[in-house]
C-alpha cells in the first residue's frame, strides 16, 4: 500500500499540466464543491520542481478555468431565474453540492452591498467566491464587466495561490517531498481514506438530510 500511495502520489504530480489546471479550476469555480488551493500550490510546485510549465502560464490557465465556472453560474442564473436557482439551493443535489438557500442569499446581500466590484472582491472572500457569480446573473449584470471583474478576481486569487506553491518548493523540493511522504505513507494513507470517507459521509448527509423551504 505505501509503495502504490507513493507512485499515486508522484504520478498526480507529474501529469498535472496545463489542461487540467483549466479543467479543475473551472470546476472548482462552478457549483461544485472542490478546493482551488489543490489545484494552483501542487502546479505551482511542480513548475519549480521540472520546469515543464511556467508560473505565468499556469496563473493564466487557473484564470481562464475560474472564468469558464463562472459563467456556467451566471449564465445558468441569468437563464433559469432566481425562482429556479432558489429551488435547486433547496433541493437534495443542492446540499450535495454544499450549496443552500442561506448561501446564495449571502452572496446576494454581498451583490447588493458591494455593487458589479462584488465579483472581483468576492472572488477572494472563501464561501462568497463560488457563488458570486450567482447573484451578478440573477441581477443581469453586464457581461463584459463581469469578465473584467471576475478575470481579475481571479487572477489575483490564483496569484496568492501560485506564491504559496513556490514557497512550498523553497521550503522542500521535489524528492525531499517524496521520501517524506514514502516515510510516512501508511500514516498519510489511513488519513486520506479517513477523510475520503467522512467527506463522502458529509455530501450524503446533506443532500438526505431535509431541505429548506
Request: proline share 4%; hydrophobic share 50%.
Amino acid at each position: 500500500m505505501e509503495d502504490q500511495l507513493v507512485e499515486l502520489f508522484r504520478g498526480a504530480l507529474e501529469n498535472l499540466n496545463y489542461g487540467w489546471v483549466i479543467l479543475l479550476m473551472a470546476i472548482e469555480s462552478s457549483f461544485i464543491p472542490f478546493p482551488s488551493e489543490v489545484v494552483m500550490i501542487p502546479a505551482a510546485y511542480m513548475a519549480c520542481a521540472d520546469g515543464e510549465m511556467s508560473i505565468p502560464m499556469i496563473i493564466i490557465c487557473g484564470t481562464i478555468g475560474a472564468m469558464l465556472g463562472a459563467y456556467i453560474n451566471y449564465c445558468l442564473s441569468l437563464w433559469l431565474g432566481r425562482p429556479i436557482i432558489y429551488k435547486f439551493a433547496n433541493s437534495r443535489f443542492g446540499h450535495m453540492c454544499l450549496i443552500d438557500q442561506q448561501k446564495v442569499e449571502k452572496a446576494e446581500r454581498y451583490f447588493d452591498s458591494h455593487g458589479a466590484i462584488s465579483t472581483l472582491i468576492g472572488r477572494m472572500i472563501p464561501a462568497i467566491r463560488q457563488l458570486i457569480s450567482i447573484p451578478a446573473g440573477l441581477a443581469k449584470m453586464n457581461f463584459g464587466s463581469f469578465s473584467l471583474y471576475t478575470c481579475l478576481g481571479a487572477a489575483i486569487w490564483n496569484s496568492i495561490l501560485v506564491g504559496i506553491g513556490v514557497a512550498c518548493h523553497k521550503a522542500i523540493d521535489k524528492e525531499t517531498l517524496i521520501s517524506t511522504i514514502s516515510h510516512y505513507s501508511h500514516i498519510i494513507g489511513y488519513t486520506a481514506i479517513a477523510l475520503c470517507i467522512l467527506i463522502i459521509a458529509y455530501l450524503i448527509w446533506q443532500g438526505i438530510k431535509k431541505p429548506n423551504n
